[in-house]
């Protein structure tokens, strides 16, 4: 793994590269959409359909368990096929399944088990989307671009999770929770014309000849490789366990967060969308130095300090005074957001610079199954501890477990990255 030279010339803006900027719009309006929805799903159950803590837990575990079960099998598919294609069709199913929450609403036949399938169709075409999309960007952008590209991307987000559940919290008083994911289910539609729009050419992968001109293996061979290839990499292996530790802890306590907002704080749906959108400028504040940030203290240093300052930040969560949790609140989700955000920019563009084009669809999905396969599980977790103990011990087990999720990066080599390293040498796999 080679460290990347000195630039004589500044590299040139992604911004100025028009498909990166259609991209970029498609990204943005789909996740101003999305706010709406993960703020309006929990509402549905909690207050329409009255929940159980278990029952809003299994909400938020079933849109992850494709995750488990179709991420190393996508990761094949993008590493076969087009992603463009893939990355449109993900955009118009996922607003197809949303749309028809508002309409079982409108003749009174929603149920929670609707919420389940829905999530669970969302989930499943997510999965093919987000491998088939983080493979994409590097072929729209040169390598020294990434973190640029992903931290633009990383600005969209964060300014969509700012306001969005401001947004969100709005239109859920004026038009109810089912009626508001109208609006998520329109910004789908729009990313994927936008992603229509996309000019570059791209090229298609020969179905049966692979990146080295060997015959292509079967499904389980290529998975295996992609697994061979990321646990193999004592960086990429380090950033799994770390990353998914994170994604374990975090999500006991983000499972029933709602839940104790509502119930154990008496807190309603404006006030959570004012929580979340004040306490997502930390995540705005991360994108916009995550760059900065790396190249003064490092890659390695800064991967690793941004990922252990989000468990202070969700220990903050039970600590916030009944009386008066806002501002603690709030102050949780500046540190969560900012660690995600610079953590995540880091830690991707890192992954898709060493990682050869032919692999990025197999490295990205051997990732996600990883990492947020974790996600289901931590859910399941902080619904069981939420609904056998309370719903604030579910909170403290998170808080407290998040502190480990650091160590794999401290005995890995990762903690010694000094600059963006450029693809590896040799055979991918």
Do not use: C
């Not at 849109?63 to 992603?83: K, N, Q, T, Y």
């Not at 997510?126 to 640029?148: G, K």
């Not at 306490?279 to 790396?294: C, H, K, V, W």
């Amino acid at each position: 793994m080679t460290a990347e030279t000195p630039r004589t010339t500044p590299t040139p803006s992604v911004v100025r590269n028009p498909d990166f900027r259609r991209l970029w719009a498609a990204e943005t309006i789909s996740q101003f959409g999305t706010q709406i929805s993960l703020l309006a799903l929990p509402i549905i159950a909690v207050v329409l359909l009255r929940a159980t803590p278990l029952e809003v837990a299994l909400l938020g575990t079933i849109e992850f368990v494709p995750f488990m079960l179709f991420s190393l099998p996508a990761g094949v598919g993008v590493d076969r096929l087009r992603r463009r294609p893939i990355l449109i069709i993900g955009d118009i199913g996922r607003g197809l399944a949303l749309a028809t929450i508002p309409v079982a609403y409108l003749v009174d036949a929603l149920t929670i088990w609707q919420l389940y399938v829905v999530g669970f169709i969302v989930g499943t075409l997510t999965v093919f989307f987000d491998v088939a999309y983080q493979s994409y960007l590097p072929s729209l952008v040169e390598r020294d671009q990434l973190i640029d590209g992903n931290g633009k991307l990383e600005v969209s987000r964060t300014i969509a999770q700012t306001a969005g559940p401001a947004i969100g919290g709005g239109l859920i008083g004026v038009l109810t929770a089912p009626i508001a994911i109208v609006a998520d289910a329109i910004s789908y539609v729009l990313s994927a014309a936008l992603v229509f729009l996309i000019r570059r050419p791209e090229p298609v992968p020969d179905a049966h000849i692979d990146e080295h001109g060997r015959p292509r293996e079967g499904l389980r061979r290529e998975v295996g490789a992609g697994l061979r290839y990321v646990l193999g990499n004592e960086y990429l292996r380090g950033i799994a366990a770390a990353t998914g530790t994170s994604n374990l802890f975090s999500n006991i306590a983000m499972a029933v967060l709602i839940v104790y907002a509502v119930r154990d704080l008496g807190m309603d749906a404006s006030q959570i969308g004012l929580v979340f959108g004040l306490g997502n400028l930390g995540a705005l504040a991360g994108a916009l130095s995550a760059d900065r940030l790396r190249r003064r203290f490092g890659l390695g240093r800064t991967i690793v300090a941004s990922l252990f300052l989000g468990a202070p930040g969700l220990l903050l969560i039970p600590l916030a005074p009944r009386a008066s949790p806002i501002p603690l609140l709030v102050a949780s989700g500046l540190l969560i957001g900012f660690s995600n955000v610079v953590y995540n920019i880091n830690q991707v563009s890192f992954r898709q610079a060493i990682t050869p084009a032919a692999m990025q669809g197999r490295m990205n999905a051997t990732m996600r199954f990883i990492v947020w396969g974790t996600i289901p599980v931590g859910s399941i977790l902080g619904g069981a501890i939420g609904t056998a103990i309370s719903v604030p011990a579910a909170i403290w087990v998170g808080a407290i477990g998040s502190f480990l999720a650091v160590v794999p990066l401290v005995i890995t080599p990762v903690r010694t990255l000094a600059a963006m390293p450029g693809p590896e040498t040799g055979e991918a796999l």
